[in-house]
């Protein structure tokens, strides 16, 4: 190769790092914002577990008047399917977020070398 095919290929490379550095900088920075949302979901499904919902049905059906007491445990149940349903909601969201971090470091693109 002469010096010129040397300095014009070298260039070219040059060109492609620099192109390859930003669209990686740009998958990486998405990936960090995923990464982030993961640890406010990994937080807000322990917060979720934390909720103990055994103590509300506490006092048995003596101390209520009524119906009360059966429309307090429907509303408890409600509130414990309301519970699951969002934790479930958070794992798919969670396994989501995790795929899609797989697919965009698989789209991060080689540095060319001489």
């Given at each position: 190769?002469s010096?010129e095919?040397?300095?014009?290929r070298?260039?070219?490379?040059?060109?492609?790092?620099?192109?390859?550095?930003?669209?990686?900088?740009?998958?990486?920075?998405?990936?960090?914002?995923?990464?982030q949302a993961?640890?406010?979901?990994?937080?807000?499904?322990?917060?979720?577990?934390?909720?103990r919902?055994n103590?509300?049905?506490?006092g048995?059906?003596?101390?209520?008047?009524?119906?009360?007491?059966?429309?307090?445990?429907?509303?408890?149940?409600?509130?414990?399917?309301?519970?699951?349903?969002?934790?479930?909601?958070?794992?798919?969201?969670?396994?989501?977020?995790?795929?899609?971090?797989?697919?965009?470091?698989?789209?991060?693109?080689s540095?060319?070398?001489?």
């Amino acid at each position: 190769m002469s010096p010129e095919e040397i300095a014009e290929r070298l260039v070219k490379i040059a060109q492609h790092n620099e192109a390859v550095h930003r669209h990686n900088a740009k998958i990486d920075r998405k990936i960090e914002r995923l990464k982030q949302a993961i640890q406010e979901l990994t937080s807000l499904q322990v917060e979720l577990e934390s909720l103990r919902t055994n103590k509300l049905e506490h006092g048995g059906e003596n101390v209520w008047k009524g119906d009360v007491y059966r429309e307090h445990k429907r509303k408890v149940g409600h509130m414990e399917d309301d519970v699951k349903r969002l934790s479930s909601l958070i794992g798919d969201t969670f396994e989501d977020y995790s795929n899609k971090i797989r697919r965009l470091r698989a789209e991060k693109q080689s540095y060319w070398f001489f």
